[in-house]
């Protein structure tokens, strides 16, 4: 990068910035330091009892849904990037929306759906007989289908972007090797899609082990389930923090494997003349049959979920029976998502713009600790946030206070992953340009550095927002008593199946959480 | 013939130019040039002949087999063609010996072994059988795309401009061993370029193709000596272009006399087409033409030289004879064969193309 003139790293931005990183690292080591001293009895007494199964539940759990949403996320990539039929580009969009729903929200709907005397059991009764029995949703079928259907989307968007990206003259210069269309599919194309499927599936594995929601209502034991079961049922931090440590390690692993193959996949895409692909056209019975494929599909994870949420909703309202406190979580909800984000941008600024300005090896450190909420799940962030506080400052602990702070630490990593674009294309050339066209530093900041950085901004307040809104295991281990928020209510109610009482919050949430999605799924779709 | 194209054309497709009425042919081991600016549809007749792009009318054969037709497109797997392409497509997760073999599946693993140690003895890349592509430097990565395709012992080698990712410098010699490495297989092969340099040094027969259409296919002397169409003559060589009448069988120029040797009626307004290497000059105090300007180019000097009527010629001199902007020059034309066009009836064509009317004139 060029730089002229040097201007010195301003002290007060980089304290701001490392007391920042430092606040934010602070939970994970405070984690690892308990988990690392915690007494060996502890240990083993956690190996013996829970950790064998936990370990085993939260593997087969990735590794199933790893499996379903490689199916899934692949097959349909394939088709919406190489076929033609009637209606492709509204399918091609419409394929992301399962990701607007939240696992609580899939999960609690397949509760009612899986569910004893549920629809599909009837159906399947009417179809098989009467004694034929539907897996239950409490079970590791109906975990990996709920978690296949909320996260196959990941798998979707980045095969697909690969296969957009795709250099024709592979699949063409195989061709003339003699391979046939089956051979050159799986000998040349899937092998070079590879990074983006695993980039995929690393993100998708870490979404499963990280998820509270889902797993807590289908009550399906995986380490989150149970670090909350440690926190709240029996108050034993120390075996929290060891389950934790572990999960933590489990999370990184997939986070750096995501991280390595996406900067494979950039290595992967050799340059070359760019060919729109041939798309092939089925025919009637061929569009039919895609058509039908995605529609069970977006059907079985958006279409029915969205629709049974509706009617609930509608018949809530009808028989008076929506919570009269409801507005009052709407505004809790907003109350708490309003400041976390405000305040998580106004914290990452200095952060983002020094690692970009000033890069060093410190400034740089605090960026990439910040990034440490990544590997942080929910339940855990909220463990180590308990033992603070109760230790260093208890007359702040049970204030909304505390729950800010976990979402900041929790969702400042998808805020600065935002931001730092924004604040990159700042060069400092521009900037000393308008200061050799008579600005001030203050008109320069107001008239160039801000309407440039502003879309950015703006759009990673938004997107915090809209995670905060539907964050579950923080808020409810750390809000303040009878202080509910929407997502908070779909929880509680979903848990004593109170499907109509969870629907109208459940309803309101997903399409609250639209807006971020496109605004995501748009960035990520110019860059195809 | 190993390869013929009859009245190729294809369908307008978008990013795709269209070829119209295309034909040509290749015997075995010759070396085929498709020559032409970009977008003018040399790819794309590559393509065609790969089997990538359907015909919209007309027949192509290889091995006196029909292969496309507007009712039948032999798949591309089925054809035995060999495909370089320009950004060599190397399958990345594949090393170079896997590259190499990527076609044989067909042979058992002991002859699949012996034929890519041939391949890449051939093209001199031993040592080099475990890397991977991007370990490999541009011209072999070039070499290894050659063994790909030629090892499946293909009916005709295509290669579409295969020396444009290579240093300049690179590209001479790789031409030289490509050329040789062709003439040593006896393999028939069609190439795409954009470079009439390349086309010279490599072709047998040369196709200039210009919107879509083949101008001239022909050797390349007498596509550099006896062009077709002035578009030819001015994209295989710099070309000047000087208006004359016919006048009593002879072409009245004002710098001089030629013979009207493609048989135009008297009183026509013709052009002659002179290349810098036909003309001489000598300075000479009395004469009215003037040097322009001089570029030295190493093993030449090109002199633009100024004419009364406000035309210019351009001069080839030996690198040495140096004469200063400005200096009154004759001119000497020691043509061989001279290459009238029929003059177009208004000034000149739009958009700064050379519009007459297509003639030829031979020695």
Partial sequence: ????????????????????????????????????????????????????????????????????????????????????????????????????????????????????????????????????????????????????????????????????????????????????????????????????????????????????????????????????????????????????????????????????????????????????????????????????????????????????????????????????????????????????????????????????????????????????????????????????????????????????????????????????????????????????????????????TLPLVRGGFVAAWVLIFLQCMKELPATLLLRPVGFDTLAVRVWLEASEEYFQLAAPAALLIVIMTLPALLLLVSKDWRAA | MVLELRKVSCAYEKGRPAIADVSLSAREGEILCLLGPSGCGKTTTLRVIAGFEPVATGEVYLEGRLVSSPDLLTPTEARRVGMVFQEYALFPHLRVAENIAFGLRHLTADQRDAQVQTMIAMVGLTGLERRFPHELSGGQQQRVALARALAQKPVVLLLDEPFSNLDPDMTGRMREDLHNLLMHTKTTAVLVTHDHDEAFAMADRIAVLNNGRVEQFDTPEAIYHTPATPFVADFVGQADFIPGLVQNGKVVTEIGEFPNQAGFQGGTKVVVMIRPDDVHIAPQEQCSARILARQFRGSENLYTVGLPSGHVVHSSETSTSVYPVGTPVELQIIATHTVLFEQPESPRGSGGTLAFTPRRGHA
């Avoid at chain 1, 007494?45 to 939260?58: A, D, H, Q, V």
């Avoid at chain 1, 670090?227 to 929290?240: F, L, P």
């Avoid at chain 1, 400052?393 to 998808?414: E, K, R, S």
């Fill in chain 1, 1 to 448: 990068m060029y730089q002229a003139i040097r201007q010195p790293l301003p002290i007060s931005l980089s304290l701001v910035s490392l007391a920042t990183a430092a606040a934010i690292g602070l939970p994970l080591l405070l984690v690892c330091f308990m988990a690392l001293t915690a007494d060996p009895s502890v240990w083993s007494r956690l190996w013996n009892t829970r950790i064998p199964e936990l370990l085993w539940n939260t593997g087969t759990l990735a590794l199933g849904v790893s499996l379903g949403t490689f199916l899934l996320g692949v097959s349909l990539a394939r088709l919406v990037t190489r076929y033609e039929f009637p209606g492709r580009t509204v399918w091609e969009w419409a394929l992301v929306l399962p990701l607007a729903m939240p696992t609580y929200v899939l999960a609690y709907v397949y509760t009612y759906l899986l569910g004893t005397g549920g629809p599909v059991e009837s159906i399947w009764r009417w179809v098989a007989g009467p004694e034929a029995q539907v897996f239950s949703p409490h079970s590791f079928a109906g975990a990996t289908l709920v978690m296949t259907l909320d996260t196959f989307p990941f798998v979707y968007l980045l095969t697909r972007a690969a296969l957009l990206n795709f250099n024709v003259s592979y699949e063409e210069v195989a061709r003339a090797c003699g391979a046939s269309r089956a051979d050159v599919w799986l000998r040349v194309t899937l092998p070079l899609l590879r990074p983006a499927i695993v980039a995929g599936l690393s993100l998708v594995i870490l979404y499963v082990v990280s998820d509270f929601g889902a797993v807590s209502l289908l009550r399906y034991q995986t380490f989150t389930y149970a670090v909350y079961q440690q926190v709240t049922g029996r108050y034993d931090q120390t075996a929290g923090s060891v389950l934790s440590l572990l999960l933590v390690l489990f999370a990184l692993i997939f986070l750096l494997a995501e991280r390595w193959f996406r900067q494979r996949s950039r290595f992967y895409q050799t340059t070359g003349r760019y060919r729109v692909p041939a798309r092939k056209t089925g025919g009637a019975f061929g569009s039919l049959l895609i058509t039908g494929y995605l529609g069970l599909v977006l059907g079985a994870s958006f279409g029915l979920p969205v629709v049974l949420l509706v009617q609930w909703t509608v018949s809530a309202a009808a028989e008076g029976t929506v919570d009269p406190r409801f507005v009052g979580f709407i505004w809790n909800s907003i109350l708490l998502s309003g400041l976390a984000a405000s305040a998580a941008v106004l914290l990452g600024t200095p952060l983002a713009y020094l690692a970009s300005r000033w890069p060093s090896k410190l400034t740089i450190l605090c960026l990439q600790a910040a990034y440490a909420g990544y590997v942080l799940p929910g339940p855990v962030g909220a463990l180590a946030l308990l033992v603070l506080f109760s230790h260093l400052a208890p007359f702040w602990y049970g204030t909304i206070l505390v729950l800010i702070f976990a979402y900041i630490i929790h969702f400042l990593p998808a805020g600065l992953q935002t931001m730092e674009p924004a604040l990159q294309q700042v060069t400092p050339n521009l900037e000393e340009a308008a200061r050799s066209l008579g600005l001030t530093t203050l008109g320069t900041l107001r008239r160039v």
